[in-house]
């Protein structure tokens, strides 16, 4: 099955079809639109498209309050235009990933709206109600500062409906199997039109029941499991990315024992470590998260990501390690957001420095498990703190210096583009850094490449080679009796080290540079020497030449979802 297994060496790619490309001119992105700028995802070399959600919907919030899950909003187009879509990026190799939002509906959905009028439809036990407004009504919310309350009275239904998000989303009640059922019937519809997996929304609540008298929320792990095989009977290789923000010793449940559960997860533990490293210097606790995540079933797999669609959560940080991470990233209070994390887009959190966004994305991309791309990250997109809550991250793609960034010939797109200033279109965009080649956009097409071309760090295991320097990581990967091994200096002073491979004999003695010429020799002691300049990291193939050229004997098929190697190692840092 190890074909089969087609993320475990995939390059993610997250976007919003409202806000990527408008073909209609009518300010809103659409299918067409999308379908448009295959070519420049297939170019980026991005092997999966993920979609935020695009299914019929009021709007409230940005598509995540759904209204029919068979149905695809009029403004971006039809489930024609849709399967056109899935075609085209099928046609270039990539697959398409689409959001899965099941623990609510918008409260405009029709089966809400049976359910609020009739207490003898079947839809009334979909949701989750009570007659009296319960105790811990006033606790539990995901949007602390903006929402108020989990339970909201509802005049019609004459009852409190339940909803862990906004109050125009009420939870379904998904221990209800009726509920599971529908659930599994969304699920084998999209699989249907050309879909070959979902990042499911939310997922411990998902799993968690619910009702006016839990109050400690008791996961049903084995929903998990019903989801997983019905996706592996309509269509083997379809997967699961779950956004899961929990506890490392719980990785394990959600994964499955045996592998039987979620495909991947989201490693948030990592990545809000990672920022306190590049806050502070101090890569301690990202090493201890790194390990503390290590333990995962063959088959599973991680989702490393730097910034997605949300605020950058900072919730299981220490608190003084929070505070950092606000003091380097976020320090005034319209930058941060419900109580817990900073909702800014990563380039203005790195003052715009291309050595610090180079840093950032290297390290993204040779942490153990698939990186998971923010469109327009790989411009360096800013944000707009003038929008409120999230909106400021979700901003139009700017393509080009045309009006309002060659997203839209409407003069009102659905967002406002981000315009003047250092962010702004007419500075930022992707037609300017195509022709620059030393662009972040063409670094970044240089470093997924080469990402491709080391498959070890995907499938292999990895081990945290001391530095005695906090502030550099080395990691080495082994999978299949070959090496690779990074260096990252979170400093911004450069950084002088000496390091032994941990690979024995002959092919530990030698370490190819992957991104440049910097290739190094152990000394007599058997170490490797090697000073790193500020914010700047190395990419090794441990072993000679000729060890190198032994790759070749990696099973392709383990790999040939990523496009092969290419005959160009130039993904090489700028020159500084």
Sequence with gaps: MISDLWYKNAVIYCLSVETFMDANGDGVGDFEGLSRRLDYLHGLGVTAVWLMPFQASPQRDDGYDVSDYYAVDPRYGTLGDFVAFTHAAKQRGMRVLIDLVVNHTSIDHPWFQEARRDPGSKYRDWYVWSKKKPKNANEGMVFPGVQKTTWTYDDVAGAYYFHRFYDHQPDLDTSNPAVQAEILKIMGFWIQLGVSG??????????????????????????????????????????????????????????????????????????????????????????????????????????????????????????????????????????????RGIRRRLAPMLGGDQRRLELAYSLQFTLPGTPVIRYGDEIGMGDDLDLPERNCARTPMQWSAEPNGGFTKSDKPVLPVISGGPWGYEHVNAATQRRDPESLLNWTERIIRMRKEVPEIGWGDFAVITSRDPAVLIVRYDWRDNAVLFVHNFADTPREIAFATGVPGEHGRRLVDLLGDDHLECDEDGKHRLVVEAYGYRWYRVGGLDYLLRRDEIDLAAVRVSGGRSKDRSAGRRSR
């Design 198 to 339: 979902f990042r499911m929304d939310a997922v411990p609540f998902v799993i968690g029941t619910k009702g006016a008298d839990v109050t400690t929320p008791t996961e049903q792990f084995e929903m998990l499991r019903t989801f997983r095989e019905f996706m592996q009977w309509r269509q083997g290789d379809s997967i699961v990315l779950a956004e899961a923000n929990v506890l490392p010793e719980t990785d394990m449940d959600y994964f499955g024992r045996d592998g039987d559960r979620m495909h991947m997860m989201f490693n948030f533990q990592v990545n809000q470590n990672l920022f306190y490293a590049l806050a502070s210097a101090d890569t301690g606790p990202l090493i201890k998260a790194m390990k503390a995540t290590k333990p995962r079933p063959a088959t599973a797999q991680w989702g490393q990501f730097l910034r997605n669609h949300d605020e950058l959560d900072l919730g299981r940080l220490e608190e003084d390690q929070r505070r950092a991470v606000f003091a380097a990233f976020g320090p005034e209070t319209h930058m941060q957001l419900y109580d």
